[in-house]
């Protein structure tokens, strides 16, 4: 809770000092570079859920900022992050991330080849809920060489449900404080539902070997 009302005050005054439409411009890039940058290895905090929530927070009481082209941006915004590290997974392979050095950086990066090994298209989805899953599983997911068009459609079910979602939620929970707490229950069981879907297709995939 502290650290959302530090990141919900720096997200208000990126809004007082650059005005409304680079206020956008930040946000859709940040969310961006979380994925497509890697910058969300280092900063998640800024990159992530805390960050689409004040941003739908500050929303509800600006006039100047619409709820609908923030969170439909934010959507596009992770949606392209994410092609772009699938891309560079795809193209670059293993070297890309070993280049990433730091115990945390390459613990997170095994954990997310087993996540990905283990839920496969369903942990494009589910990673989106994950900070360290939310940035290295595309990546991952290039380097398995994971069919595009069935990584567009998991990127685009994420970048649904987690940008446009979270970021809508943030501006009724503004007004309506039970949303914020109701928004992590459907996100819990979103999360649940979708790991037991992948484990089922796993234990499926095995049976069929």
Same mark, same amino acid.
């Given at each position: 809770?502290?650290?959302?009302?530090?990141?919900?005050?720096?997200?208000?005054?990126?809004?007082?000092?650059?005005?409304?439409?680079?206020?956008?411009?930040?946000?859709?890039?940040?969310?961006?570079?979380?994925?497509? %940058?890697?910058? $969300? /290895?280092? +900063?998640?905090?800024?990159? *992530? =859920?805390?960050?689409? #929530?004040?941003? !739908?927070?500050?929303?509800?009481?600006?006039?100047?900022?619409?709820?609908?082209? %923030?969170?439909? $941006? /934010?959507? +596009?915004?992770?949606?392209? *992050? =994410?092609?772009?590290? #699938?891309?560079? !997974?795809?193209?670059?392979?293993?070297?890309?991330?070993?280049?990433?050095?730091?115990?945390?950086?390459?613990?997170? +990066?095994?954990?997310?080849?087993?996540?990905?090994?283990?839920?496969?298209?369903?942990?494009?989805?589910?990673?989106?809920?994950?900070?360290?899953?939310?940035?290295?599983?595309?990546?991952?997911?290039?380097?398995?060489?994971?069919?595009?068009?069935?990584?567009?459609?998991?990127?685009?079910?994420?970048?649904?449900?987690?940008?446009?979602?979270?970021?809508?939620?943030?501006?009724?929970?503004?007004?309506?404080?039970?949303?914020?707490?109701?928004?992590?229950?459907?996100?819990?069981?979103?999360?649940?539902?979708?790991?037991?879907?992948?484990?089922?297709?796993?234990?499926?995939?095995?049976?069929?070997?």
């Amino acid at each position: 809770m502290l650290r959302l009302a530090a990141l919900d005050g720096q997200v208000s005054s990126w809004l007082d000092l650059f005005g409304p439409i680079v206020f956008y411009l930040i946000v859709w890039g940040l969310v961006f570079a979380g994925t497509g %940058l890697f910058v $969300g /290895v280092f +900063i998640p905090f800024i990159t *992530g =859920d805390s960050l689409l #929530f004040a941003a !739908g927070i500050l929303s509800a009481g600006h006039s100047g900022i619409n709820i609908w082209v %923030l969170a439909i $941006g /934010v959507g +596009i915004a992770a949606f392209l *992050g =994410d092609q772009v590290g #699938f891309l560079l !997974g795809r193209h670059y392979g293993r070297p890309y991330l070993d280049r990433r050095t730091g115990a945390w950086v390459q613990r997170s +990066i095994r954990r997310a080849e087993k996540f990905y090994t283990d839920l496969g298209w369903w942990a494009v989805v589910v990673g989106r809920f994950i900070p360290w899953g939310r940035v290295l599983v595309p990546p991952i997911a290039g380097i398995a060489r994971m069919d595009y068009l069935k990584f567009v459609a998991a990127n685009l079910v994420g970048a649904l449900v987690w940008g446009v979602l979270l970021t809508v939620t943030g501006y009724f929970a503004a007004s309506i404080p039970a949303v914020k707490s109701a928004a992590y229950v459907i996100g819990g069981a979103f999360i649940l539902g979708a790991i037991i879907a992948g484990i089922l297709s796993w234990r499926r995939n095995r049976a069929a070997v």
